[in-house]
Structure formats: structure tokens, C-alpha cells
């Protein structure tokens, strides 16, 4: 029954024969020119998740936490699309013990996963020889290449170091997955941020990790960014093509890739198999990828900045809540004892929009952001609030919230008008929600069935 | 009533998030998002025969879970059979005999509440592909607190921190031209429930009050589900008229 699957993504003949005819006249098939590289969109997430067991306790030492908290921020993840090709990067990190014969460097291992839902002939299980030797070639171009600072991540030389994954998971197949998973790789070890710990304790062996929260969590140190690109050969050599289409890639029966990185130094070079090149050909490929290389690196390196500045500017509208916060009156509840509680409400206030906000692309948030200019006061879960938002609308729903939220002030407590007018909106909102909790009546059933919730759809659409 | 680690109270459900054909290969796709959790489901129609042990006189679903890191293990098979058999009693099986349907679903971001997200997600990507269906089903996780009150859509810390919790798939509620007064004889169709996977020892009158407060808010669920495929479809109609 596979087999039969697997031979309905396969070219009929006529297919086959346009493609190879078209390419004659250095035509293609989705209208590129030869060199030509499809649409490259790079989207970075930041996925709230709890602490995990990654702080492996090693034999001899017990490693503890200076903070516990719940609510640490997962940097390290991205989302390519390549034209039609989709992959997604996960980067974590955990501490362990480092391999014996390198006791100074920290592990960087990279794991590849062919979901069955990129293409009907990819199956479940054991990872074909397409996965293996992509997994391989990243690899390569990653580690071999010492791409990533390895030595910086040792904490205990011998003992604990730091062993980061890269688990790479290809969602749709396009063609031209080595690239497209190379440039998710990048993005996502960019981004990626390690706790931060030091030694200490008693007998000076304990690993203290420092919660995000206290103490900023470090990036990785990237030397330089090796880009994986691709050719596609057709003709018996005569013609060649980057970045092919899966279709074209079931035609030709020759594929190179070559990871070159923007300083004009090969990283990796792979052909496995098919027809023999000529050596001028090989040649003419390198210099065409490091030209190639440099633009990537570029665009990979602008989507990086525009989410870091984006990230900055949003742990710095944290602050002036935090310490409003102080100023409000104390009969509220919001005392220092649940200042934790507070920070963690602003910081989910802000992280849900974020959801939504770096969902589309980054110049966008940007501008989003800056037009909001002060703490983002919006609360998704104020009910008096409209339930319909999408991130386009971002500017609009922060005058609504706001005027939705100033009447439910005003019907509350007349103590907060002060706090209005001061323009310490964001606070407000965050204590006013706080009251309206408190005052609400205790919900019935009635209250489930209303429309909460909110429609992100628009951002969605927004983004493919 | 206690306060929620992120200020919702106890009956709001996190923002819902869906959206239809985000794949080119997959024949149906959706992607499902409540809050932090987000799910990918894409599936692939309708493929000639049956695995060995199947009914060749019925359509078979295959369901494969890839977690977001890791390897694949008990749970995730757990998840894979829940969903099947979910899947397998809302799809109708007779249409089209001796097939296998492939549903994949990729697991983006766990905040709680993943099988929930999960089948959500996965009911909207069979309507992506266009399988047929009796009705759609909606999922919805419900914790039982110390003192009694339910509340929903847990997130992972709530999870952890609670004794016992549900989740609960219904069917959704009929779109009826018919008059519900005079239908109203029977019990209507939402008031089954699908699957129900509970976590945890809590006392008969707590499970019960959770079913009816699952029951309440998949009326929502659902609302937000026809009304977002509805509007993909719309446009899907426009762009195949072009």
C-alpha cells in the first residue's frame, strides 16, 4: 500500500519532458531565472513552557535553582518558509556531561525529522537515507565547521557542560529541504538564549542556573553563518539551477550542495552520487554560492536583529508597570507579596500579544509596537473587553480596552482617577482587571457560552 | 474564587487561533492555537487499502503524533490512539471502504491542554481535506479544584498543580433550519460526548459538573469553529472562481 502512495508524488512522463525543455531555454517552471532563489520568510516564536528536567542532576553534584519559576521564555525556535518548503527549528539546551575526549567544549547535536506530513512518500519510523544525509550535511556545515563556540559552553570542565539539540522538523516539502532547514538551524541557534550559571555552593563544584528571570539568559556565540546552497543539474551537466522545486528535483538525477559561509571559506561540499561534474562546473558553483551565501546571511542576520529589538523593546515597557505598581493604593491587594503574581500577569499580558505579534513578519511588529508607545495595556482577558482581535488591529483595540477599562474604573473605585490622569494607564489596567475580578459576581454557566475568545485568524491568514 | 496564574477566571477559554490550507503538499491542513498551545494537523486522503488487522469494509485512520523534541514514547502513542478512535466515530467509514486516512499532527507549542488543541485541530484539517464527516467535535479540558469549581482550558502549571481534570469531546452543535422546539423531544445531539480522558481521582458529582460545564463551552467552541471555516471556505470559493 506505501508503494502505491509513494508512486502517486512521482512525474508522469509528459511532466517530466516539459520541465527538461523548458530548462533548455533556461526557463522554470515557477518562472524564476536560474540563480534565483524562491521567497524566503523567517518567523521566530517564543513558546512559554516550564522550566524542563534539563537541569539534569549529574552523579556527583546536585544543581539548584535560585528561583523557581513558571514561566520561563523559549527562545530558540523558527519557522522558514522557502517558497512552497516549511521547516521548523527547535533549539534546547540541558546540561551534561561532556564526551571524553573533549572535556572543555559543550555538544552540539542536531536531529532531523522527515514528517510524514511533508510529503505523502515520507513514512514514519526509522529516518530515510534523504533524512540522514540532510541531518548530515547541517551537520557538517554547523559543527565541523566550529560555526558555534562550543568551548563557551563548558561550565565544569570534565563534569557539566552545556549540550544543545537542534531538532529540525521539515512540515512541507518544497523541494530543496538542505537549504531551507540550514537557514532554520541558523535562526533558531540565534536566537536561542542559555541560562545563565555559575559555580558555586559549598565546595565550590554546585552548578547554580540562574532563573531567566533574574538573571538575562545568554546567547550563543555564532563564529560565522555557513549557508547550505543547493544545484540542480539537467542536460548532462549543461545546465544548472539553484534552489530547485521538487519537481525539479525528481527530474534531474544530479544534485550538489555546498555550504559556503560569507568570508569565501567552504564549510561542506555534497555529492552523493548521480552523473559526474565537471571540475570547471564545481568551481563555477562555489563562486556562484558564496555570492549566494552573502545575501542570506544578510537577510538572516536582519530577521535576527528586528526580533531581538523587538524582544528588547518589550522587556523594556515591563518596567515602568512594575514600578507603578508601588505607587497604587495598597487596598487593592496588590501588595508586595503578590508582586510575582503582577509581574507574571504583565508579562503574560505581553506575551500573549507577542503570540500573535511575531506570528508576521518582523518589520511589521515593529511598527505595531512603536505606535502603541507605552506599555502594552491591553488586556486579552478583561471581559469587557471587545472579543474579536487580530493584530492588525492592535492600535484600534488599545483605545478600545482602554475606554472599556476606564468605565469600569470609574463604576469601581473613584481612587484610581488620579492614576488615569497621570497616564499610568498600564498600570491601572492592570490593577482595575485585578478589582474586576474581585467585584464580579461568581459566573454561572451563562457566562461560559459567551464569546471570550479571540480571533486570530486574520494574523494567520495574515502570514502565509 | 481563586485567581488563575494568568487573570482569567474560572469559565474564559484562552484565545482560540485557527487557520485552514497552511501546507501545499497535505491534502487538508489546519493549525489550532489556545493560547501557547499550538498544534499543526495536515492529512493526506484517502489512500488505497488497509493495514493488516483493519476492517477492509470500512475507511481506516492512521494517526502520527510528533512531539515538538524528543523521542516518541508511551504518551504520544496514547495520544495517537485516543485520536484515532475519536477521529474513527465522527468520520463516516462507510463512504469510503477499504482506505487509509493519514492524520499527522505536529505538536508547535505545550502549554497545556494539548490533546484538546490537538483534536481540534485535526477535526478542522479533515474538513480541510474534505473528508466526509458526521458532524465536527470539539475538545475542551476542565480541572477540578479542592473546593469544587471547575474551571477550564487548563495550561500546563494548572495541570500540574491540580488533582484531577478532564478532557472532553463533544460533538458540535447542529447548525438546525428545523425549529429547536419542535425537536425538542429528544436530547440533542451536543449533550453526548465523544471521548472523555480523565487525569486523577475526583468524586462522581465533580465529574459531572465538569461535563456540563465541557458541555457549555463547546457550544462556544464550536460557534468559533463554524465560523472560521465558514469564512475560509468563502474566500477558497473566490480564489477557485479566479
Not at chain 1, 539546551?93 to 510524514?116: C, H, K, V
Not at chain 2, 481506516?60 to 485520536?83: A, H, N
Not at chain 2, 463547546?218 to 474566500?235: D, G, H, P, Y
Amino acid at each position: 500500500m506505501e508503494q502505491r502512495w509513494a508512486n502517486t508524488s512521482r512525474l508522469t512522463i509528459n511532466e517530466k519532458q516539459f520541465i527538461e525543455e523548458a530548462l533548455r531555454s533556461e526557463i522554470r517552471v515557477d518562472g524564476r531565472r536560474l540563480y534565483d532563489y524562491r521567497r524566503l520568510t523567517i518567523k521566530f516564536g517564543r513558546y512559554r513552557c516550564l522550566p524542563r528536567a534539563t537541569i539534569l542532576s549529574c552523579k556527583c553534584y546536585h544543581l539548584r535553582f535560585s528561583l523557581f519559576c513558571c514561566n520561563c521564555r523559549e527562545d530558540g525556535s523558527s519557522e522558514v518558509q522557502l517558497g512552497e518548503t516549511h521547516v521548523m527549528a527547535f533549539v534546547t539546551g540541558q546540561l551534561l556531561q561532556p564526551y571524553r575526549d573533549r572535556p572543555n567544549e559543550g555538544t552540539l547535536a542536531i536531529f532531523t525529522e522527515f514528517s510524514p506530513m511533508a510529503d505523502p512518500s515520507f513514512e514514519p519510523g526509522r529516518p530515510g537515507e534523504a533524512a540522514i544525509e540532510l541531518g548530515r550535511v547541517i551537520d557538517r556545515g554547523l559543527r565541523e565547521s566550529r560555526a558555534v563556540d562550543m568551548e563557551s559552553l563548558c561550565v565544569v570542565a570534565g563534569k557539566s557542560v552545556w549540550a544543545i539539540r537542534v531538532d529540525l522538523h521539515i512540515i512541507d516539502n518544497g523541494g530543496n529541504l538542505i537549504d531551507a532547514a540550514n537557514i532554520a538551524a541558523l535562526a533558531a541557534l540565534s536566537t536561542f538564549r542559555r541560562p545563565e550559571c555559575s559555580v558555586g555552593g559549598d565546595d565550590n563544584q554546585e552548578i547554580i542556573v540562574h532563573d531567566p528571570e533574574v538573571r538575562d539568559p545568554i546567547p550563543l556565540t555564532i563564529h560565522h553563518f555557513p549557508i547550505a546552497v543547493t544545484f540542480a543539474f539537467f542536460h548532462e551537466g549543461n545546465t544548472l539551477v539553484i534552489d530547485p522545486h521538487y519537481k525539479e528535483e525528481a527530474v534531474s538525477g544530479v544534485r550538489m550542495t555546498v555550504t559556503v559561509n560569507s568570508n569565501g571559506d567552504v564549510c561542506a561540499i555534497q555529492k552523493a552520487g548521480g552523473e559526474g561534474i565537471l571540475s570547471g562546473d564545481v568551481m563555477r558553483c562555489l563562486r556562484i554560492a558564496s555570492l549566494k551565501a552573502s545575501e542570506m546571511t544578510t537577510k538572516i542576520k536582519e530577521a535576527v536583529e528586528t526580533y531581538n529589538a523587538e524582544v528588547a523593546l518589550k522587556k523594556v515597557k515591563r518596567h515602568p508597570s512594575l514600578i507603578a505598581q508601588k505607587i497604587t493604593v495598597p487596598d487593592v491587594e496588590m501588595k508586595e507579596a503578590s508582586f510575582q503574581k503582577t509581574k507574571e500577569l504583565s508579562a503574560d499580558m505581553e506575551n500573549s500579544p507577542n503570540q500573535t505579534s511575531t506570528s508576521l513578519t518582523t518589520t511589521k511588529d515593529k511598527d505595531t509596537n512603536a505606535s502603541i508607545g507605552r506599555p502594552l495595556n491591553w488586556d486579552p482577558y478583561s471581559s469587557s473587553a471587545p472579543a474579536i482581535v487580530s493584530s492588525s488591529t492592535l492600535p484600534e483595540l488599545v483605545g478600545t480596552s482602554k475606554d472599556a477599562n476606564e468605565d469600569q474604573m470609574m463604576q469601581t473605585d473613584e481612587e484610581y482617577d488620579p492614576n488615569l490622569k497621570k497616564d499610568q494607564i498600564a498600570s491601572a489596567t492592570g490593577v482595575s482587571s485585578g478589582i474586576h475580578k474581585q467585584n464580579s459576581p461568581p459566573k454561572s454557566l451563562k457566562d461560559a457560552v459567551k464569546p471570550k475568545h479571540k480571533r486570530k485568524k486574520n494574523a494567520e491568514r495574515g502570514a502565509r | 474564587m481563586e485567581d488563575r496564574t494568568d487573570g482569567r477566571n474560572a469559565n474564559q477559554l484562552r484565545p482560540l487561533g485557527c487557520s485552514r490550507t497552511i501546507l501545499n503538499r497535505a491534502h487538508g491542513s489546519a493549525r489550532w492555537s489556545q493560547g501557547n498551545t499550538i498544534v499543526l494537523a495536515a492529512v493526506y486522503g484517502p489512500k488505497a487499502g488497509t493495514k493488516k488487522g483493519e476492517n477492509p469494509e470500512k475507511a481506516s485512520f492512521e494517526v502520527i503524533w510528533k512531539p515538538k523534541t524528543g523521542q516518541i514514547g508511551k504518551q504520544e502513542r496514547e495520544y495517537e490512539m485516543i485520536l484515532k478512535r475519536t477521529l474513527q466515530s465522527i468520520c463516516l467509514v462507510n463512504v469510503h471502504p477499504n482506505t487509509t486516512t493519514s492524520v499527522i499532527v505536529q505538536v508547535v507549542g505545550d502549554d497545556g491542554s494539548l490533546l484538546p488543541c490537538a483534536i481540534n485541530a485535526s477535526c478542522a484539517a479533515l474538513v480541510d481535506a474534505g473528508i466526509p464527516m458526521k458532524h465536527l467535535a470539539v475538545s475542551i479540558s476542565c480541572g477540578l479544584m479542592e473546593e469544587g469549581s471547575i474551571i477550564l482550558d487548563l495550561t500546563k502549571s494548572e495541570e500540574e498543580k491540580l488533582k484531577a481534570f478532564a478532557y472532553l469531546v463533544f460533538p458540535n452543535s447542529p447548525l438546525s433550519v428545523i425549529d429547536k422546539v419542535h425537536s425538542s423531544k429528544e436530547e440533542p445531539i451536543e449533550h453526548g460526548i465523544i471521548t472523555s480522558v480523565s487525569y486523577g481521582a475526583m468524586p462522581v458529582s465533580g465529574y459531572f459538573d465538569c461535563l456540563e460545564r465541557g458541555r457549555a463551552a463547546s457550544a462556544a467552541i464550536s460557534e468559533f469553529l463554524r465560523r472560521s471555516l465558514q469564512k475560509q471556505s468563502s474566500e477558497d470559493a473566490s480564489r477557485a472562481a479566479q
